[in-house]
């Protein structure tokens, strides 16, 4: 079971800016860990799209963006297209599991 | 270039095992430790644990501890998953992630990840 919340899906036309949740705690988020975040497309791997809660890694596009608050953390994507459907996950660490990663429960974006 | 190649889909029976390789070429294979992440169909992504390569330490989700072994070997720099006592409900896609180990080693993003490997379990 994941202690990460997220919205199980959000849509949105092209164009329009989509923002995803990921709501934590104390103990993982609140703890001080770093949030990323992953884009997966049916049948391939996970990609990492944003790390250390803000950054993006080199050929991300600038649309995405992240953002860490408290015990919370968002990803935006601003100016939404066509390939950008596909499973957001968020991912962190869990002090009072020894360290242990979790994920978010994921949302699945759908472009209209 | 980074990359992290996968053994081939298997199909097992219950309460057997199965053992995934990770073969990573195109940095120092001691320099970041690998993590396993499954997903089953219909479900979402789930961190299985985490080895350092560098002295074979292992950090385990708590469902996985005592049935799931993390091993490597440095010669040729590829890790390894195995899986005992097999489950209907462990058929999933395994996939071995690279720890960035920039801001924090095994607790890190996963930058680099194997294209996934098909565990069937069915009687």
Known sequence: ?112 | QVQLVQSGAEVKKPGASVKVSCKTSGYTFTDHYVHWVRQAPGQGLEWMGWINPNNGYTNFAQKFQGWVTLTRDTSISTAYMELSSLKSDDTAVYYCARDLGYSCYGCDALDVWGQGTMVSVSS
Request: proline residues 6%.
């Open chain 1, 1 to 112: 079971q994941s202690v990460l919340t997220q919205p199980p899906s959000l849509s949105g036309a092209p164009g329009q800016r989509v923002t995803i949740s990921c709501t934590g705690s104390t103990s993982n988020i609140g703890a001080g860990y770093d949030v990323y975040w992953y884009q997966h497309l049916p049948g391939t791997a996970p990609k990492l799209i944003i790390y250390g809660n803000s950054n993006r890694p080199l050929g991300v596009p600038e649309r995405f963006s992240g953002s860490k608050s408290g015990t919370s953390a968002s990803l935006a994507i601003t100016g939404l297209q066509a390939e950008d459907e596909a499973d957001y996950y968020c991912q962190s660490y869990e002090s009072s599991l020894s360290g242990s990663g979790v994920f978010g429960t994921g949302t699945k974006v759908t472009v209209l």
